[in-house]
Structure formats: C-alpha cells, structure tokens
C-alpha cells in the first residue's frame, strides 16, 4: 500500500489507514523536529517537511505543517496551494461508500487527525484570502465528521460569517450552541442583537458575556488597539503562558481577529453606553 485509505470499522464510523513504510523512527524524528522549527526557524521546517513528501507524497501531515512554515514566512500563494494539496490529498481517499453527512470521521481515532487538520488549513487559507464561501464549506465538512468540534471549528466559521456580513446565518448557528461559554459566542449574540436593533435583547445578553471577559467592552471602544503584553505566570518572567480565559490578552486577541465587524459604529457606539 503506498497511499492511505479509508476503512469503515464501525456502523456509521471510518478511518484513515496509512502505509505501514510511513511508520518508522526516521520519519517520526523529522516530522516532530520540524514541527518544534515552527514559529522559531520556519525555513528548517520547510525542509523538514519537503524532504518527508519528497519520500512519501502521501504524508497528509507533512503537506499541513508545510503549508504553515509557508505563511509563516508570508509565502501566502504557496500556503495557500500546499494546503488544498494535502486536502485533495486525503478526498481521494474517500471511498463511494462513504455516506457524506452521515458517517464520520471522529477526531479520538489518532489517524483520523491529520486529514480533519487538512481541512482546517485548508479552511483557513481560504479565510485568509476572503474566499468565505470555500472556507466555510469546510468548516460545515469538519463540523458534519467530528460532530464533538475538538478543533475549535465553530468558531473559526462564526468568524467567517462575520466577515462576510451574513448576519442571520451568524446568529442561526449560535442559537445551536446555547451552552456555548465563549467569548466569540455570548459577545456574538450581543453583537449581532445591537446589529438587528434588538437592544433588549443585546442587554439580556450582556451580564453572561461580560462574565466571559471583562475587559473586552474596553477593547471594543478603544480609540488606538495595541497588543498587550504575553501573560506571565508569577515568577516565571520569560515564560509565554498564553491567552488565559478572560484575559485582556484574550479580549484584544477576539477583537483582532473580527476587528472588521467591530469597527461597525452601532457596535461601538452601544458598548460605550455600558
């Protein structure tokens, strides 16, 4: 076997099955060393994962974390193709059998992983390049194989909706999640709320979101946004911890990233009411 393939082992339940030669200690140690590269010497990972696909152009993984030290380096074309590659890579492997949005691909079963994060980076890449619509179509695909979303998927396609102004869907999946304690999530439902005119509404949701981060109705109303320092853990000055939950470093971080909706001036203009 030199590809991988998808085998069903349970009723409505596959998985990836890669070729055994892919398996050894040689491969391994490259693969993790240029995953470690990342973000540090992104050009080593580079190739790192070349020399991997060069041996064995299958490697799901490698064509992912390629596509990475790519737009790390602000090679965006070439992320951007590397990504659909590994992507394609893992479709063709999917056999007519295959019942689309009804089995799965569920992310506890190890090999599936690689493919689900294929989709991801595809997804992404596409979100990068204001292709929504592809990126979102991905996003639905990784959300209808692994319903338990170990990958933070919805939030990547409220993103989406957001930045493609489609409100109603935006607002339609976040009535899927009510239980959903996340700053994208109750700030969304505020946010969305004050877009509609619905300002009760936004008001009755305001106290959970302000319980999700309290420092984000500042961010929002901020005339100039700069980054805050890294989180430090108490005696640990030159250690990075993060973005802890509720964080001013979490509250800049969500509104970088749909600062676009944010800069709407009914949004601004409600949040510094409050």
């Known amino acids: 076997m030199n590809n991988p393939i998808i085998r069903k082992y349970a009723e409505d339940e596959w998985e990836f099955i890669y070729p055994t ?28 994962f070349k020399e991997i696909i060069a041996k064995y152009p299958f490697h799901i993984d490698a064509y992912n974390h390629l596509s990475m030290a790519f737009r790390n380096q602000n090679k965006t ?21 295959f019942k689309k949005g009804k089995d799965k691909l569920i992310w506890s079963c190890l090999d599936n992983r690689p493919f689900l994060r294929a989709c991801q980076c595809y997804g992404l890449e ?23 979303d170990n990958q933070g998927i919805r939030y990547l396609l409220l993103e989406t909706f957001l930045s493609k102004k489609d409100y109603k869907k935006a607002k339609r999946f976040l009535n899927k999640y009510p239980d959903d304690y996340s700053i994208e999530f109750k700030f969304g439902m505020v946010s969305l709320n004050v877009i509609e ?3 009760t509404q936004a008001d009755k949701y305001l106290a959970e979101a302000i319980n999700t981060n309290e420092h984000f109705i500042q961010e929002v109303v901020k005339p100039k946004h700069t980054k805050p320092a890294p989180f430090r853990i108490p005696n640990e000055p030159n250690f990075d911890a993060g973005i802890p939950i509720g964080s001013i470093q979490q509250a800049y971080d969500y509104w970088e990233r749909n600062k676009s909706f944010y800069k709407n001036k009914k949004l601004i203009e409600y949040y510094k009411t409050k």
């Open 21 to 48: 030669s892919m398996d050894n200690e040689q491969v391994f140690n490259l693969f993790w060393e240029g995953v470690d590269f990342l973000d540090y010497n992104d050009l080593k990972a580079e190739k790192n």
């Open 77 to 97: 074309f070439e992320s951007l193709l590397t990504a659909e590659k590994s992507y394609k890579i893992g479709k063709d492997c999917f056999p007519k059998e």
């Open 126 to 148: 596409n979100q990068y390049h204001k292709n929504f619509d592809l990126a979102i179509k991905l996003y639905e695909e990784i959300l209808s194989l692994n319903e338990n």
């Open 197 to 199: 005119g619905n300002y």
